[in-house]
Structures are given as structure tokens and as C-alpha cells.
T-cell receptor, first 109, second 113 residues
Framework: QKEVEQDPGPLSVPEGAIVSLNCTYS??????FMWYRQYSRKGPELLMYTYSSGNKEDGRFTAQVDKSSKYISLFIRDSQPSDSATYLCAMDSNYQLIWGAGTKLIIKP | NAGVTQTPKFQVLKTGQSMTLQCAQDMNHNSMYWYRQDPGMGLRLIYY???????DKGEVPNGYNVSRLNKREFSLRLESAAPSQTSVYFCASRPPGDTGELFFGEGSRLTVL
């Protein structure tokens, strides 16, 4: 079993929909939880960063961490075609990041 | 501000050939990383360097070597390329602190025939 599980998709939704992306993990020692966005043929870039449990909001994006369930989520409101990308979750372990496989998101105009 | 620069962007090799992927960052970061990305596998760490003069193995180091030439540069060498090393390779750097943010290059796409 992988330490971090993420559905690879693709997930296709119409423009304006609310998108929910999720990861589950097995290591209860993880403290830092991140979402990276990767456009086609580009390197990943940090989108959201959360320490421990709780919610964090940044514009149309909300990151949630539920440590009791070992489950993290990224919500995108009012999704736009420019949000079409692969979204990777990552978690910090001893100064190294453990990555999910990434979910490919397609927003249809 | 260039950030993290990787060269070459594309490369085709024959089995058994060697090559070096170059990476340089201009953000004065101490830590640098080499990852490979394969479909359905996410990012897998090959080697990392926590500071100038140190390197450590990651999850998939076999078949690779690295050199931290100075604070700016971190190279990845394939001594005898194999088809299983066909992948997209990303270099990244990380500033000090606990944010976990990595800054990535645009990737090097390697095909081994």
C-alpha cells in the first residue's frame, strides 16, 4: 500500500462547478500538507499549504485536513478552464515530501 | 529571475549511453532535489542534497549518480541508460524553513531506446 493514495482521474466537470480533490494517507506522523498544481509540460507549483488539521482558504481554493481520518481535500469554487491541470497532494516526512500520483482535472467551457 | 533551470529539455539516448542532466538555481536555496515522474506513479525522489557538499539517496537511486557542484548547481548522471529510465526528470530547490515549498524546473524529457 502506498503511503499516499490519490485517484488519478481524469475528472471532467463543467465550468462553474465546485471541484473536490482528495488524498488519503497512512502515516499519522505527517504534519505539513500541500497541494501542487502542474500544467501540461511544466513543473509543479505550490498552490496551498496547511499545517496540521483544519481549513485554509485562498480565493476560490480551500484546503482541508482531517488528521483523524487521514484525509485531505482541495475544493475549487467557480471552476474555470484555466484550472485544468494535474493536482498533486504532498506531505512532509523528515524533510522529504511524499507525493500522491496526481489527479488530472479537466474543466469544460 | 530565472528560478530553477534544467538542461537539456529533451534527449533521446540509446541503451547503454551515458548523459548528465544539469540543474541550476539562482534563489540561494540550500536544498536541491532530483525527481522522476512517470504516468500513475507521481513524483519519485532519486537523490537530494540538503546542503552544498552533501548528497543522499532517495526512493529510486539505482542507475543514477549526482554531484552537488556548488550551492547553485546539482547534476544527475545516467552512467548506462536503460529503457526503464525513460521518464520526465524534474529538479527542484527548497528554501530553509518548514513551509515545504519546492521550486521546480520545467523538466527534462528523456527517452531511452
Amino acid at each position: 500500500q502506498k503511503e499516499v493514495e490519490q485517484d488519478p482521474g481524469p475528472l471532467s466537470v463543467p465550468e462553474g462547478a465546485i471541484v473536490s480533490l482528495n488524498c488519503t494517507y497512512s502515516n499519522s506522523a505527517f504534519q505539513y500538507f500541500m497541494w501542487y498544481r502542474q500544467y501540461s509540460r511544466k513543473g509543479p507549483e505550490l498552490l496551498m499549504y496547511t499545517y496540521s488539521s483544519g481549513n485554509k482558504e485562498d480565493g476560490r481554493f480551500t484546503a482541508q485536513v482531517d488528521k483523524s481520518s487521514k484525509y485531505i481535500s482541495l475544493f475549487i469554487r467557480d471552476s474555470q478552464p484555466s484550472d485544468s491541470a494535474t493536482y498533486l497532494c504532498a506531505m512532509d516526512s523528515n524533510y522529504q515530501l511524499i507525493w500522491g500520483a496526481g489527479t488530472k482535472l479537466i474543466i469544460k467551457p | 529571475n530565472a528560478g530553477v533551470t534544467q538542461t537539456p529539455k529533451f534527449q533521446v539516448l540509446k541503451t547503454g549511453q551515458s548523459m548528465t542532466l544539469q540543474c541550476a538555481q539562482d534563489m540561494n536555496h540550500n536544498s536541491m532535489y532530483w525527481y522522476r515522474q512517470d504516468p500513475g506513479m507521481g513524483l519519485r525522489l532519486i537523490y537530494y542534497s540538503a546542503s552544498e557538499g552533501t548528497t543522499d539517496k532517495g526512493e529510486v537511486p539505482n542507475g543514477y549518480n549526482v554531484s552537488r557542484l556548488n550551492k547553485r548547481e546539482f547534476s544527475l548522471r545516467l552512467e548506462s541508460a536503460a529503457p526503464s529510465q525513460t521518464s520526465v526528470y524534474f529538479c527542484a530547490s527548497r528554501p530553509p524553513g518548514d513551509t515545504g515549498e519546492l521550486f521546480f524546473g520545467e523538466g527534462s524529457r528523456l527517452t531511452v531506446l
